[in-house]
């Protein structure tokens, strides 16, 4: 089994939509869940960072983390144009010593339309 | 806003040659990270790099990479005798802290031909 599930979609929504997007890990290890924006021919960006089990929302975007299941999603809510990408999540151990030796997904293209 | 800026944005190089990819972290940054992405892959980390020397590695950054921070800003990646797999695209990247959030600039893309 892959450390870290992501379908590449493309996913395609209209805008105003409310987009899910999904990872699946199998280490349970990990501890850091992070979801980055990649838009075309720039390097990821941070949207959200959580740490262990729960929610964190900030704006229109909420994060959760299922550790029992081992799964991880972000919701985009009223989703617009703008949101277009690529969306990667990337998550590590508490120990890994330096979390920023990120183990990703392999990122969901996202398209809203206007 | 501050950015961590890479040179060159596409670097095409013949296999066994060497090449030089070039970082500039954003300024109040002590740590800094290569990553790599081959085309339809995800992203690997290869090095993390702090106070001058290298502080975490992957099992991808053998002998054939070495990292520098030649003066007080720059941050270089150098691959010794590429090879048609190491075409890919590049990311550096900086933080504050080792916990902190990583920023990372536009990469560069290798071309091995």
């Known amino acids: 089994q892959k450390e870290v599930e992501q379908d590449p979609g493309p996913l395609s929504v209209p805008e105003g939509a409310i987009v899910s997007l999904n990872c699946t890990y199998s280490n349970s290890a990990f501890q850091y869940f992070m979801w980055y924006r990649q838009y075309s021919r720039k390097g990821p960006e941070l949207l959200m960072y959580t740490y262990s089990s729960g929610n964190k929302e900030d704006g229109r975007f909420t994060a959760q983390v299922d550790k029992s299941s081992k799964y991880i999603s972000l919701f985009i809510r009223d989703s617009q144009p703008s949101d277009s990408a690529t969306y990667l999540c990337?998550?590590?151990?508490?120990?890994?010593?330096?979390?920023?030796?990120?183990?990703w997904g392999l990122g969901t293209s996202l398209a809203v339309n206007p | 806003e501050p950015e961590v800026t890479q040179t060159p944005s596409h670097q095409v190089t013949q296999m066994g040659q060497e090449v030089i990819l070039r970082c500039v972290p954003i300024?109040?940054?002590?740590?800094f990270y290569w990553y790599r992405q081959i085309l339809g892959q995800k992203v690997e980390f290869l090095v993390s790099?702090?106070?001058?020397?290298?502080?975490?590695k992957s099992e991808i950054f053998d002998d054939q990479f070495s990292v520098e921070r030649p003066d007080g800003s720059n941050f270089t990646l150098k691959i010794r005798s590429t090879k048609l797999e190491d075409s890919a695209m590049y990311f550096c990247a900086s933080s504050e802290g080792s916990y902190t959030e990583a920023f990372f600039g536009q990469g560069t893309r290798l071309t091995v031909v």
């Open positions: 300024s109040n940054h002590l740590y």
């Open positions: 790099f702090y106070n001058n020397e290298i502080s975490e």
């Open positions: 990337a998550m590590t151990t508490l120990t890994a010593g330096n979390n920023r030796k990120l183990i």
